[in-house]
């Protein structure tokens, strides 16, 4: 596949979860398509790798993360199908939070491209749906981006897509030096939470971000927000 052409959704054809580019209303999509060729692109919960992928067609460099070992094997197979073993993607199989350890994961669907997958965290700021039906916990490790960008000597990121199922406010304390360093941001928050807020200050007052757009609702009161400096 030429990486400089590949512009449409319909270029993109992924064995696994291949319906998530036709979504209508995708702001995430929309967020992805408007970098530039040689920007780099972070995708924090890149599940089945949807975006990143999205994004190295589009010329981007891809750094993804992805806890769940079900999800990564099928993020890497998704790739390899399109792109083989080219340089400019990079995945990692660890979940993001505020430091180092080795935590609880509640699987929610452990299904190949499932959602509802949680991190046991006390500052816990998902939708309760994420937490409704639970059919297995596993241990996983866990660390703050700004750790693990220094450990694997990765690329300042520019743009960061966050969609990590409740463990947002986790992310910002061990992504300080990463929110500093990036020009955008696009987050899965719920709004039905006292983190919400407190999530939206440290991003606008903390790191000067600006919201540019929210997306339509995943389910009731959570939405994608994309950020601009």
Not at 56 to 81: H, M, R
Not at 165 to 193: C, H, M, P, V
Request: aromatic share 10%; glycine share 8%; with cysteine.
């Amino acid at each position: 596949m030429d990486r400089k052409s590949s512009k449409t959704k319909n270029m993109i054809q992924l064995k696994h979860r291949p319906e998530t580019l036709n979504q209508p209303n995708d702001l995430v999509k929309e967020y992805v398509e408007a970098l530039n060729k040689g920007d780099v692109f972070y995708d924090l919960g890149a599940c089945v790798g949807t975006y990143g992928i999205l994004a190295y067609s589009l010329g981007c460099e891809v750094v993804a993360f992805e806890v769940d070992e079900v999800n990564y094997d099928a993020l890497k197979e998704n790739f390899f199908l399109l792109f083989g073993y080219e340089q400019g993607y990079k995945a990692l199989n660890i979940g993001i939070a505020d430091k180092e350890g080795a935590i609880q994961l509640y699987v929610g669907q452990s299904e190949i491209g499932g959602h509802h997958k949680t991190l046991d965290l006390e500052n816990f700021c998902g939708h309760p749906a994420s937490r409704s039906e639970i059919e297995n916990t596993i241990t996983v490790p866990v660390d703050g981006l700004d750790n693990l960008i220094m450990k694997h000597n990765l690329p300042k990121p520019q743009h960061i897509k966050i969609d990590i199922d409740g463990s947002e406010y986790a992310f910002l304390a061990g992504a300080k030096q990463a929110l500093t360093d990036a020009e955008s941001i696009i987050i899965e928050l719920y709004e039905d939470n006292d983190f919400f807020q407190k999530i939206v200050d440290v991003l606008e007052k903390e790191h000067k971000f600006t919201l540019f757009q929210k997306g339509i609702e995943l389910e009731s009161g959570l939405r994608d927000y994309w950020f601009k400096k």
